[in-house]
């Protein structure tokens, strides 16, 4: 079965980084574009950045742009996100995502940014 597993989340200060990472199994991994979304306390969900299959193309939300980067290594059936100079307001739950024929998600990863 398809699984999609996060790591990497945690409590970090304002203008800290940290790494997500997204393991994938139970597909075909590089022939899928991949996601990575995330949902604060009392809002909707809402998609960070995406990823062509080979990781030619990203796309960012305007609030993330220059500060994360998205990528993947498709021998490892892995998607990244790097979160730098973090703010109050990136505070949520990171999940990643993938489609092939119905939506898959992982479990979720807590980012906490606060002093």
């Known amino acids: 079965q398809v699984q999609l597993v996060e790591s990497g989340g945690g409590w970090v200060q304002p203008g800290g980084s940290l790494r997500l990472s997204c393991a994938a199994s139970?597909?075909?991994?590089?022939?899928?574009?991949m996601k990575w979304f995330r949902q604060a306390p009392g809002k909707e969900r809402e998609v960070v950045a995406t990823i062509t299959s080979d990781g030619d193309t990203t796309t960012y939300r305007d609030s993330v742009k220059g500060r994360f980067t998205i990528s993947r290594d498709n021998a490892k059936n892995a998607v990244y996100l790097q979160m730098n100079s973090l703010k109050p307001e990136d505070t949520a739950v990171y999940s990643c995502n993938t489609r092939r024929g119905r939506d898959y998600w992982g479990q979720g990863t807590q980012v906490t940014v606060s002093s």
């Open positions: 139970g597909l075909t991994f590089s022939t899928l574009a």
